[in-house]
């Protein structure tokens, strides 16, 4: 029986890494930034998220590369068009946030976020990705805590 449960696991996770793929930010995660000495990828599913209504979390984080951002941000905004609910701040015209609720696959939730502190004076660009059953609220909750 456990074995079948790590199964499902698996190919739940396989199955949420590819609905990520089929979308435009899909293509950034990946070898595309991995060279960069200064981008740090991180993916987690199953007992890891436990308890936060979450079922998979893919982040890209990039430091020191400012010239990336309008590459990443245009990318996210692509997918953002066809969002059930968003959220996006912008500082002298370019994004400097930006949240979407993208419409459910196979009865999960499915978010995006972007972030780039070089507009206020910082020095990283972050890009998350989220499926689960967790609702608008309590995604913003997870993130206020971060």
């Known amino acids: 029986m456990k074995k079948i449960i790590i199964l499902l696991t698996l190919i739940y996770a396989v199955t949420a890494a590819s609905a990520q793929n089929s979308l435009n930010i899909g293509k950034l995660f990946g070898d595309k930034y991995r060279q960069n000495e200064n981008t740090t990828e991180t ?77 206020k004076g910082g020095n990283r660009i972050m890009l998350l990705y989220m499926t689960g059953k967790a609702d608008l609220e309590e995604i913003k909750k997870l993130i206020n805590k971060q």
């Open 43 to 119: 993916i987690i599913s199953g007992d890891a998220l436990k308890g936060t209504g979450l079922d998979f979390y893919r982040s890209l984080v990039i430091n020191g590369s400012p010239e990336l951002a309008d590459e990443i941000s245009s990318t996210v905004m692509k997918d953002g068009n066809d969002a059930v609910s968003r959220e996006v701040k912008y500082i002298d015209g370019k994004i400097y946030y930006a949240r979407f609720m993208l419409k459910p696959e196979r009865k999960s939730n499915r978010y995006i976020l972007f972030l780039n502190t070089h507009l």
